[in-house]
């Protein structure tokens, strides 16, 4: 254990981790950004700092009372800030939310409809039910949006969406439930926090000889609002590091390293990265994207995703070495969906039996394991191997 804690990679996860909360825009995601660009550059990559426009959220305070009675309240991110009082108005499915008259007064959804988060007006996988919600609410203009946590504990607030207009915060279930059963009393919310225009950063990381094609092996770096994510993703991030350090510089194909941004709560990291790549993706061999793994209570896994059947099989036989680590179903939640979708074969290594740690405060260093962390840099080496 002495080894592991003392190696390279866990200094870049310590490291990482310093930074407190790498939300998009934020100092900690500044910092993060610099210190993965520095470590490219010594490692003697070029590097190319991808900028782009985006949203800064800061907080300051949320605060919730029922008359004598101050009721635990947590702001989602990206609310507007607000200071209302106003009698609110449960709704509890679509059929009563398509019904119910609710200008300038506080709605507070539960039940069937807050079972799973309301997608962000912008994300290209929303489907019809969320829509629906969303027109529905932005027709109806309440003051603000109240809501326990979601059915799903990895997404606990119903909203977090810099384009949604409407105040929105979330209470725990014993809050909700002294709301449920007081509706003729008014709440005064307040919300004081603020968006701001920001810029965030891919750093991207480039060695070899692309004109043969390239190997991309990515993870993001951002995090959720509130969270030291130690697996989600400094582990990843460490290990992205960490191989750009240490893989050879003598293989048939180039080597990009990607350090994707903003992959927490809207793709616009994905999207600049596309941007700048123009055609270039036919030029893509594979993605090999790490997210979650290196978790202590957790396995590593591994994956295939638009890969060929021969491809599958080389990426099993590597299995046959790292005993410790499962193949899973195919998952589109992260960064190598964006080569995915676009027909370039996609490896994603994340972690299975811990999925309620990411997002959460409790994703913190002690989280991980030095060895599993450590397999994660190995697993990778071999699985570029069978690219040559």
């Given amino acids: 254990m002495e080894a592991y804690l ?16 790498r939300v998009i825009a934020s100092p900690g995601n500044q910092a993060a950004a610099d210190y993965i660009r520095d470590v490219f550059t010594r490692a003697g990559l070029e590097v190319e700092e991808q900028s782009y426009a985006c949203t800064a959220w800061e907080h300051e305070a949320t605060s919730l009372e029922q008359g004598d009675c101050k009721l635990a309240c947590t702001s989602n991110a990206f609310s507007l800030p607000c200071e209302v009082t106003a009698q609110i108005v449960p709704v509890g499915s679509v059929a009563e939310l398509e019904r119910v008259p609710a200008a300038g007064q506080v709605l507070f959804l539960y039940g069937d409809l807050t079972r799973v988060p309301l997608a962000c007006k912008s994300w290209f996988l929303k489907d019809e039910r969320s829509q629906h919600i969303l027109d529905l609410l ?44 007081n509706p003729e009393q008014p709440v005064f919310l307040e919300i004081v926090c603020a968006r701001k225009p920001g810029t965030a950063r891919n750093i991207v990381g480039r060695r070899g000889d692309l004109s043969g094609g390239r190997l991309v092996i990515c993870a993001h770096f951002d995090t959720k609002i509130n969270t030291p994510g130690a697996t989600d993703n400094g582990t990843g991030a460490a290990a992205l590091l960490n191989l750009a350090e240490t893989l050879p510089d003598d293989l048939p194909f180039g080597l990009e390293f990607v350090a994707f941004n903003s992959e927490e709560y809207l793709p616009i990291g994905d999207d600049e990265y596309i941007r700048r790549a123009g055609n270039d993706f036919d030029q893509v061999l594979a993605c090999i994207n790490i997210d979650g793994a290196g978790a202590a209570l957790g396995s590593n896994n591994i994956t295939a995703i638009a890969c060929e059947a021969g491809l599958e099989d080389r990426l099993r036989s590597v299995l046959t070495t790292f005993p410790g680590v499962v193949w899973t179903d195919p998952w589109p939640e992260s960064n190598h969906s964006t080569f995915s979708f676009r027909g370039i074969p996609a490896i994603p290594i994340g972690a299975s039996g811990v999925r309620g740690l990411a997002h959460s405060i409790d994703d913190t260093i002690e989280q991980v394991s030095p060895a599993r962390l450590n397999e994660v840099v190995a697993l990778v080496t071999e699985v570029v191997k069978i690219f040559r």
């Fill in 6 to 21: 003392n190696s390279t990679l866990y200094h870049h996860l310590q490291t990482l981790i310093s930074f407190g909360s």
């Fill in 138 to 181: 932005e027709s109806l203009q309440p003051a603000a949006l109240l809501s326990p946590p979601t059915a799903t504990d990895y997404y606990g607030q119903f909203t977090e969406d810099w384009e949604l207009d409407i105040p929105a915060a979330t209470v725990p279930p014993a809050a909700a439930l002294h709301l449920l059963q």
